[in-house]
């Protein structure tokens, strides 16, 4: 087993979830990530804790023989909700021999297992969760990439010193904690400003999400005002959507368009009230994280972008007596942010064409 796994499945145990004695945990992976899941078994046994694995993470075969032989009419699987909730620790694992392997489930099916399957997320995220990523064969030919140079992205992204990491964004949470508005603009295609008035901005340095590297908090569901072109296409549903443009007015979107696949980006908007709102803003800050790889993962975490999310509000961005946007989804999309881009926060410039004004070769 190559040393860089173990490794992996050590900063999993020990930054991100704090494995403890007598935790019951759930390793869901797909079976490719055979590798990374023994590696955790070895460090779960060590610590004394219980592991059961599950294989349901997206784009499995089996998902997609279920939702295209099932109807529309989806229940809350209680079995699996029990098994959350008897859970101290639920830890992803991103894999895939085929990524698109979804792609012919109707949209309309997916976004109600979704709301069906909505209790069971709220139940994971009350837990110590991570979710992290294994360098399949099938996501490195997505990033167009070799499977040895996948993988030493991967765990070049993974296996480093989050302390520092966690420094250095600081910085931009220092900013961002006390603001009241924040203005997001790139060229013409994108200038939205929204509110995040008494919503705490949060350091992702690897705990929940590995790898980490962003900054991020909610905006007041009705304040976001603009219109926003997302230039880096994202995958949803096994499908890959490209020129994602939403125009908002009184935070709602009432406008919407992709250049490829809009059908799907439509079914997304329509799940609930709460899709037509954004759930998050985050600020992408890891720069070991230097090129686009079509993993949302790794991809909103890159210095030089910005992502939003229509959906669910995390609870933790969410300040007292603030309304919390409410949604069985959450789908990030990226601004780059390399050219002719600012943020500003409060009126003033904190970054431009992706350099932090805390950072060298910053220009006012």
Known sequence: MDPRIREHAEVIANH?????????????????????VVALHEVIGDRGANPVTVSQRTG????????????????TPEHELALIRNTDVYIAIRASDNVTQTSDVDPETQAAYQQAHRPILEERLSKRWCLTQYPAPANAQLAEMSTEGYENFVWDAVNKDWEEQREHQENMVEIMDPAEEIRIKSGDTTDVTMSIAGN?????????????????????PDSVEGEVLFDMPLYHQGREITDVYLEFEGGEVVDHSAAKNEEVLTEVLNTDDGARRLGELGIGMNRDIDQFTYNMLFDEKMGDTVHMAVGRAYDDTVGEGNEANDSAVHVDMIVDMSEDSVIEVDGEVVQRDGTFRFEDGFEQ
């Not at 935790?23 to 990374?36: F, G, K, R, S």
């Not at 705990?207 to 980490?212: D, F, I, K, R, V």
């Open 200 to 220: 705490p901005t949060l350091n992702d340095h690897g705990e929940h999400n590995l790898p980490g590297g962003e900054v991020f908090t909610a905006p007041q």
């Open 60 to 75: 499995e075969r089996q998902r997609r023989a279920f939702l295209r032989a099932a109807d529309e009419d989806f229940d």
């Open 16 to 36: 991100s979830v704090d494995l403890q004695e007598g935790d019951n945990v759930v390793v869901d992976a797909h079976p490719i990530a055979e590798d990374l």
